[in-house]
């Protein structure tokens, strides 16, 4: 309940608050759902939304990218970083009719991701299936986990 009243709650539960504020706020004013009816995306290039997952082991990397041949993806790995990059091109039909909502997003992108750990570039692995990219990328041997014996 202390929590409801705001003269009473904490200071750094005050900032905090504004913290998530301003990092939500980039996200939300250049969302492209934005302006939905307007025709035409508010930003001039599009990126497919990733999950990035780590355990022991390695990393994976999952990329939305429907509507796309697997041929018109590129991934390459350059230390620690993971380029995501291709193009999504838009069916022409010529209609008479005017169109009246467009929220797909075509053209091209490219997309940088750090990871969070070394990995071993020679067993790096993309499958495409189902309109996801996921991309397996096995951590090097110093950056795997691994149980310390305790002595004594």
């Known amino acids: 309940m202390a929590n409801l009243i705001p003269w009473r709650r904490k200071k750094s539960d005050a900032v905090e608050s504004v913290r998530e504020g301003i990092n939500f706020f980039p996200d939300w004013f250049f969302e492209d759902s934005l302006f939905p009816l307007s025709g035409q995306s508010f930003t001039s290039q599009w990126h497919p939304r990733i999950d990035l997952t780590e355990n022991d082991r390695e990393v994976v990397v999952e990329a939305d990218c429907p509507g ?11 230390g620690r970083h993971l380029t995501l990059s291709g193009e999504k091109t838009q069916e022409k039909k010529e209609t008479k009719k005017g169109r009246y909502l467009m929220e797909r997003s075509y053209g091209a992108f490219n997309r940088s991701i750090e990871l969070p750990a070394n990995v071993e570039p020679s067993r790096v692995k993309a499958t495409y299936k189902n309109g996801v990219l996921k991309v397996t990328l096995p951590k090097t041997k110093e950056h795997q986990g691994r149980t310390i014996k305790i002595e004594g």
């Open 68 to 78: 796309m041949d697997k041929k018109d993806i590129q991934v390459s790995l350059s």
